[in-house]
C-alpha cells in the first residue's frame, strides 16, 4: 500500500477544460502558419 493520496488535475485558467485549451492552441497555431503563409506568397519573389 502506498501514502499517495489522489490529487486531481487543476481546471485550466480558461476555456473550461483541458481539451478546449488544446483546440485553442492548435486552432492558433493553424492561424499563424497561414498567415505566415500569406505573407510569404505576397512578399516572395
Known sequence: MSNE???PD???PFCG???RVYKM???YL???IF???LFTE???A
Open 17 to 19: 477544460t483541458w481539451r
Open 25 to 27: 492552441v492548435l486552432l
Open 42 to 44: 505576397h512578399y516572395a
Open 5 to 7: 493520496e489522489h490529487i
Open 10 to 12: 487543476e481546471p485550466p
Open 35 to 37: 498567415l505566415f503563409w
Open 30 to 32: 493553424a492561424a499563424v
